[in-house]
C-alpha cells in the first residue's frame, strides 16, 4: 500500500492552497474569491480564452490548471462570457495574475474572480501538476483562499477524500436553464458586438441546453437557424409541440451515463421519428449511448485549443482524411469499440486515437466530441453548422 505523500510545511506568505485527495499540498497565493471549493483538477492547453474557459458550464465541479503562464493580460469583459450559469469553481497558474492590457477590459481578472465566486491559486508550478495529472489521471482536490493565511489542511484533505467525483454523477440538471428561450444572438464581431439573425422563414433548431455555450446557438444563428433553447429535461411531447425541423444536443458537465437516465429515451424517440439531430461534447456522447455504444471516464481527458482530429469514414468522402485543429474540454469519451454496426466513426484524435465524431447511418444524426463553435480557439470547424443546419431545409 503506497505511503501519502509528506506534507510540505505552509511556506511565509501562503494565502492559499490546494489539497489533493492523495494528500499531497500545493501552497500559492490565493486570489479572487475567499472560502473554499472542491473539484476534480484538469488542466488546459489554451493560450487565450481563459474567462470563456472559466465561464463553459462543461467545467462545473472542476478546477482547471492554465499551462500557459501569462493569465489575466486581457482582463475580462461581458461579451466573453459563455454562460451565466456555473462554470470552473476555481483555477491555478503559474504566475501572479498579469494586470490587463487590452482595450477590451472593463474589469481585472482577479476582481472578476472574486465577483463570480471563483477561487484562484498563483505562483504553482504547473508543468509540475499538468504532469502528475498526465501519469497518475484527474485527481479530486479542495482549493482554498485565506488572506490571513488561516487553513484547516486536515478537513480539506477529509473533504477531499470523501468526495464522490464526477464519475456517476449528473450535473447537467445543475447548470441547464430553468425555462425556454427563443434565441436571439448572432456572432460577434469587432466594433459591432453580436448581431441578430432570427426569422420565422429559417429552419427552427430545437436546442437542448445539457449545461451549453453561448457561443453554440449564435453559430446556430449564423448558419441559418431559427432556435428555440429548452432545458435539459424537456420531454419529447414538449419538443415535439414546438414543431421543429431539426434538434440540437448541447455540451454540459459530469458523466454522460448519469444525465443520459432522463436524456437518452428522449434522443431515442427522436432518431424513431428521423429527426435530424446534431450533437456537441455531451450531446455526442448520449447520441451514441441512445445509438447503442457506451461511454469511459478518460484518464486525464482532452482539454484546450489546439487538438488535431482526422476526419475518417465515407461521411466526409472528398474531405476525408483531412486534419482540424479543434478546441476540446472532455473528461468522458465514446467507446469506439462499443460502435454498433450502424454507427460509423467519422472523426478521431490525432492525439490519442479516441473517438471525435459518429453518424448514425440511415439517419440523419451526427456528433462531434470537439467544440466547433471555438470558443476559444481555431474556427476550422464551422462546416458542422452548416452542415446540420443546410440539411434541414
Known amino acids: 500500500m503506497a505511503s501519502a505523500p509528506s506534507r510540505p510545511a505552509q511556506p511565509n506568505g501562503a494565502t492559499g492552497v490546494l489539497v489533493l485527495a492523495d494528500g499531497s499540498v500545493i501552497w500559492g497565493k490565493g486570489f479572487g474569491a475567499t472560502g473554499d471549493a472542491i473539484g476534480e483538477v484538469c488542466f488546459n492547453t489554451s493560450m487565450t480564452g481563459y474567462q470563456e474557459v472559466m465561464t463553459d458550464p462543461s467545467y462545473a465541479?472542476?478546477?482547471?490548471?492554465?499551462?500557459?503562464?501569462?493569465?489575466?493580460?486581457?482582463?475580462?469583459?461581458?461579451?466573453?462570457?459563455?454562460?451565466?450559469?456555473?462554470?470552473?469553481?476555481?483555477?491555478?497558474?503559474?504566475?501572479?495574475?498579469?494586470?490587463?492590457?487590452?482595450?477590451?477590459?472593463?474589469?481585472?481578472?482577479?476582481?472578476?474572480?472574486?465577483?463570480?465566486?471563483?477561487i484562484g491559486l498563483s505562483g504553482v508550478d504547473t508543468r509540475a501538476l499538468t504532469r502528475r495529472i498526465r501519469l497518475s489521471g484527474a485527481p479530486n482536490a479542495m482549493i482554498a483562499h485565506s488572506p490571513e493565511g488561516k487553513f484547516d489542511v486536515d478537513a480539506l484533505l477529509a473533504k477531499a477524500q470523501g468526495w464522490a467525483g464526477l464519475e456517476g454523477m449528473d450535473l447537467a440538471e445543475k447548470v441547464t436553464r430553468d425555462a425556454l428561450e427563443d434565441w436571439a444572438g448572432s456572432y460577434w464581431r469587432l466594433g459591432h458586438g453580436y448581431g441578430t439573425g432570427q426569422g420565422d422563414d429559417r429552419p427552427h433548431v430545437v436546442a437542448i441546453d445539457y449545461g451549453a455555450k453561448d457561443n453554440i446557438f449564435r453559430n446556430l444563428v449564423r448558419a441559418g437557424a431559427k432556435v428555440t433553447v429548452v432545458p435539459a429535461k424537456t420531454t419529447i411531447e414538449e419538443i415535439d409541440a414546438l414543431k421543429p425541423d431539426g434538434v440540437f444536443l448541447s455540451n454540459g458537465p459530469g458523466d454522460p451515463a448519469a444525465t443520459g437516465e432522463y436524456a437518452v429515451p428522449v434522443i431515442k424517440a427522436l432518431l424513431e421519428r428521423d429527426m435530424p439531430l446534431f450533437g456537441i461534447c455531451l450531446g455526442h456522447q448520449m447520441l451514441a449511448l441512445a445509438a447503442g455504444a457506451k461511454t469511459i471516464k478518460m484518464h486525464q481527458g482532452h482539454r484546450g485549443a489546439n487538438h488535431p482530429v482526422q476526419r475518417v469514414g465515407d461521411t466526409?468522402?472528398?474531405?476525408?482524411?483531412l486534419v482540424e485543429i479543434t478546441s476540446m474540454n472532455h473528461g468522458f469519451a465514446v467507446d469506439a469499440a462499443t460502435l454498433p454496426p450502424d454507427v460509423e466513426q467519422t472523426h478521431v484524435s490525432l492525439f490519442d486515437g479516441s473517438n471525435c465524431g459518429i453518424a448514425i447511418k440511415g439517419k440523419r444524426a451526427f456528433g462531434v466530441q470537439y467544440h466547433p463553435e471555438a470558443s476559444p480557439g481555431p474556427q476550422d470547424s464551422f462546416y458542422l453548422f452548416e452542415k446540420f443546419v443546410g440539411g434541414l431545409g
Do not use: L, Y
Not at 87 to 111: D, K, L, Y
Not at 316 to 321: E, G, H
Open 61 to 118: 465541479a472542476q478546477i482547471v490548471t492554465f499551462t500557459f503562464p501569462h493569465i489575466g493580460n486581457v482582463g475580462t469583459n461581458p461579451e466573453d462570457i459563455e454562460s451565466r450559469v456555473e462554470g470552473a469553481v476555481g483555477c491555478v497558474v503559474r504566475e501572479e495574475v498579469t494586470p490587463a492590457s487590452n482595450f477590451r477590459s472593463e474589469q481585472q481578472f482577479v476582481e472578476w474572480m472574486q465577483a463570480n465566486g471563483k
Open 316 to 321: 466526409w468522402q472528398t474531405s476525408r482524411d
